[in-house]
Structure formats: structure tokens, C-alpha cells
């Protein structure tokens, strides 16, 4: 059983487009929202994250919606540039170690 | 940035064989955690720890082993490595804290077995 569901599994956005990833949770014991970025050959390295006591948090060109009711949150990457292309993940925990939804490939393309 | 070193990056080995990852951190992080990544991307926890000498089966099982001796190493073990192990495995740490925070993570090390 999948704790988070993270769609879609690849995206292609045109340069300057906003790009557009969206995660799903079913544990109500979750109180931490973040999302990774990660390079070929690299390691994960988190983007920005948020905790459930706000809708919405931008950090740049970055912006996650949260939204508690339905048990969802989203990453925006405004004007999307190619040095954005990387694989993405949201991920969520509680009191446990971070579980990952599967990740999304982000093709940025001019 | 991160202070978390993981060693061998790359690593071709033949099916029987025992090998080690290494994996350290210099942050005085007291929780550490193994993750494998398949080639569809997805990350699957499968060992992490809270302290020395506390050591703890993530969500995927596998046949690795963990030990926890000192805060800033957290080596993995496969007594016999077979193809079925071959994947890219990724070390991460985070500070203590009530919520797992942010995990900083190695560059990951690429097993492959023949």
C-alpha cells in the first residue's frame, strides 16, 4: 500500500511554463510535507517543504498548495527553466522516517 | 551543503560475494537511514537508525544488514550478493527531532552483480 501518491510520472514543459506536480496521502499522522530534487547521479536534496498549519509556501520560483481537507499537496515551479529538468519527489512523515511517492521526470524543453 | 560521504560510488561484483557500503556523516546527526533507489526512480527505505546501537527495518525488506557502533557511520552489509541486489543504494541523515526533517543524502552508491 502506497502511503503517497505522486502524479504524473513524467511532464514536459516548455520553457518559462509553469510546471505542475501533485501528491496525495492517506495518513492523517503526517505533519511534514517536503519535496526533493534529484540530478543524474546525485542524491535527493530538498526543494522546499511545508507542515500542515499553512496552505501554501513559495520559496522562489517554488510554491507548494496544501490542502488538509482532502489530504493533498502540490509543487509549482513557475517559469520553468531547463536547469529545472530533474526527477521530483514529494514525500510525507510523522513520528516515522520520510516515505517517498515514486517520483516525477521533468523535462524542461526551450 | 551536506557532509555525507558514501563510498564505493560504483561497484561490479560477482554473485556470492560479500561486500560493504560505507556510509558517513560529519553533522553529528543522530539519525541515519539507508534508502534503494530502482531504476523506475522510487525510493524504498530499508534500514534506518535513531542512535548508536539502535538500528530498524524500513518499509522494504531486504537481506542487507545494518550496525550503528558510532554516530557518523552507518555501513550496510549483503553477506552474499546476488543479481537481485543490484540497484543504486542511497545513505541520508537528519537532526533528532519529533518529525523526520530534513534528510540530507549521499550521492549514492551503484551496485551492480553479476
Known amino acids: 500500500q502506497q502511503q503517497v501518491k505522486q502524479s504524473p510520472q513524467s511532464l514536459i514543459v516548455q520553457k518559462g511554463g509553469i510546471s505542475i506536480i501533485n501528491c496525495a496521502y492517506e495518513?492523517?499522522?503526517?505533519?511534514?510535507f517536503p519535496w526533493y530534487q534529484q540530478f543524474p547521479g546525485k542524491g535527493p536534496a530538498l526543494l522546499i517543504a511545508?507542515?500542515?498549519?499553512?496552505s501554501e509556501k513559495k520559496e522562489g520560483r517554488f510554491t507548494i498548495s496544501f490542502n488538509k481537507s482532502a489530504k493533498q499537496f502540490s509543487l509549482h515551479i513557475m517559469d520553468s527553466q531547463p536547469g529545472d529538468s530533474a526527477t521530483y519527489f514529494c514525500?510525507?512523515?510523522?513520528?516515522?522516517?520520510?516515505?517517498f511517492g515514486k517520483g516525477t521526470r521533468l523535462s524542461v524543453i526551450a | 551543503e551536506a557532509d555525507i560521504y558514501q563510498t564505493p560510488r560504483y561497484l561490479v561484483i560477482g554473485t556470492g560475494k560479500k561486500i560493504t557500503l560505507e556510509c558517513s556523516q560529519t553533522m553529528g546527526h543522530d539519525k541515519m537511514y539507508w534508502y534503494q533507489q530502482d531504476p523506475g526512480m522510487e525510493l524504498h527505505l530499508i534500514h534506518y537508525?535513531?542512535?548508536?546501537?539502535?538500528?530498524e527495518k524500513g518499509d522494504l525488506s531486504s537481506e542487507s544488514t545494518v550496525s550503528r557502533i558510532r554516530t557518523e557511520h552507518f555501513p550496510l552489509t549483503l553477506e552474499s550478493a546476488r543479481p537481485s541486489h543490484t540497484s543504486q543504494y542511497l545513505c541520508?541523515?537528519?537532526?533528532?527531532?519529533?518529525?523526520?526533517?530534513?534528510?540530507?543524502f549521499g550521492e549514492g552508491s551503484r551496485l551492480t552483480v553479476l
Open positions: 537508525s535513531y542512535g548508536v546501537n539502535s538500528t
Open positions: 495518513n492523517t499522522a503526517f505533519d511534514y
Open positions: 541520508a541523515s537528519s537532526k533528532a527531532g519529533t518529525s523526520a526533517g530534513e534528510l540530507f
Open positions: 514525500a510525507a512523515s510523522g513520528n516515522t522516517p520520510l516515505v
Open positions: 511545508i507542515r500542515p498549519d499553512v
